[in-house]
């Protein structure tokens, strides 16, 4: 158990609707990291939030959102929603200070199926 | 910027044999580089990772991997496969060095069959 918990675990919704995924990194993490993994594209980095602001920002799509709260939990949102969009979506957390090494957390991901 | 490179997307090995997954990077800066492990339906899980010092770095489950820089490599082994070694694997690289935290960069991975 990697004290990364993503809800929900498998998501079957409609071309051109909205879903929002949700992650609760480990206790202490600052940084959360959202991943989208595909056949045909493998892992792809999509953002990074650190202690609620946007710190980097990978191959997301416009009609992709994210945002960190001030609890520290994260928030996907996945919009206009196409058949491509369907992947499996990682939400991964880090230690936020000078002594990080980049290590990253896994969760069990949320599997999204647009039909 | 960096980048991984996984020779090989299949690799089949006997129980007991030599596991030998490749990777190569490239990084402008000294890299800390990464061997992630994901069994099915789960997420990555780290199995070792190498920062600064010793370049030979040693894991979870009998793995190991050593940091060739000459080379750019960072290929992981493992003496004797056991089934349960069966995964895909990723290796992943990020800028080395102090400061806050920083996203990795992930190779295609590597899917690894034992056969009894």
């Known amino acids: 158990d990697s004290g990364v918990t993503q809800t929900p675990k498998h998501l079957i919704t409609a071309t051109g609707q909205r879903v929002t995924l949700r992650c609760s990194p480990r206790?202490?993490?600052?940084?959360v990291y959202w991943y989208q993994q595909s056949l045909d594209q493998g892992l792809q980095f999509l953002i990074q939030?650190?202690?609620?602001?946007?710190?980097a920002k990978g191959n997301i799509l416009e009609r992709f959102s994210a945002q960190q709260f001030p609890d520290l939990h994260s928030e996907l949102n996945l919009s206009s929603l196409e058949l491509g969009d369907s992947a499996l979506y990682f939400c991964?957390?880090?230690?936020?200070?000078?002594?990080?090494?980049?290590?990253?957390?896994f969760g069990e991901g949320s599997r999204l199926t647009v039909l | 910027a960096q980048s991984v490179t996984q020779l090989g997307s299949h690799v089949s090995v006997s129980e007991g044999a030599l596991v030998l997954l490749r990777c190569n990077y490239s990084?402008?800066?000294?890299?800390?580089l990464f061997w992630y492990v994901q069994y099915p339906n789960q997420g990555l899980q780290l199995l070792l990772k190498?920062?600064?010092?010793?370049?030979l770095v040693k894991g979870i489950n009998g793995f190991e991997a050593e940091f060739k820089k000459s080379e750019t490599s960072f290929h992981l082994t493992k003496p004797s496969a056991h089934m349960s070694d069966a995964a895909e694997y990723f290796c992943?690289?990020?800028?080395?060095?102090?400061?806050?935290?920083?996203?990795?960069?992930f190779g295609s991975g590597t899917q690894l069959t034992v056969l009894p």
């Open positions: 206790s202490g993490d600052l940084s």
């Open positions: 992943a690289v990020t800028p080395g060095g102090a400061g806050s935290a920083r996203q990795l960069t």
């Open positions: 991964a957390s880090s230690a936020g200070t000078g002594a990080n090494t980049g290590e990253l957390f």
């Open positions: 190498y920062t600064t010092g010793a370049t």
């Open positions: 939030y650190y202690n609620g602001e946007e710190r």
């Open positions: 990084s402008s800066v000294p890299p800390y």
